[in-house]
């Protein structure tokens, strides 16, 4: 088994009740407390509410991506092309243990974690000792990004 890190979005529709029920589908052991934020990379559009998932696996992290897909659509998302827009529900994996992934639709890592607070706070909300790999610590990214003017 091993422990992933999923984050989970959303800022169309019940928010709240979409996140839970993907945490659900997901098999999810823990949820992060749910907090709203801005929208990122595409400011004209509703706020998101933003958690983390832990979850223990067996799946490959190739297999876990295709189940957070097929939640997504199950749940109503359609990608319609518009990166950063609004959607009814997002799941992003964030971290497959200690691995590094680099595969053609897949990077674990996930390539822009370090620069997300919205995806760091869960994160450390579920386990303020976790460390990103090839990255640092979640305490230590979090507190570079608070000092970005």
């Known amino acids: 088994m091993t422990r ?3 984050g989970l979005g959303a800022n169309l529709g ?5 996140i839970r029920r ?4 997901l098999g999810a052991s823990r949820l992060s407390p749910i907090r709203e934020t801005e929208p990122w990379g595409d400011p004209d559009q509703p706020n ?7 979850l223990e696996t067996e799946l490959t992290p190739r297999q876990l991506l295709d189940r957070l897909l097929e939640i997504e659509r199950l749940l109503g998302r359609v990608r ?6 609004p959607r009814l529900i997002d799941l992003d994996l964030l971290l497959y243990g200690d691995q590094v992934v680099e595969e053609p639709g897949l990077a ?5 974690l370090a620069e997300r607070l919205f995806a760091l706070e869960p994160l450390f909300d579920l386990d303020p000792g976790l460390s990103v ?7 230590d990214l979090i ?3 608070e000092s970005i003017p």
């Open 133 to 139: 790999p090839g990255k640092g610590r979640l305490a």
């Open 108 to 112: 674990v890592p996930h390539p822009h």
């Open 14 to 18: 019940d928010r709240e009740a979409t």
């Open 48 to 54: 998101f509410l933003n958690a983390a998932a832990e």
């Open 80 to 85: 319609d092309g518009r990166r950063y827009g």
């Open 143 to 145: 507190a570079k990004l």
């Open 4 to 6: 992933a890190y999923v």
């Open 22 to 25: 993907a945490a659900a589908l």
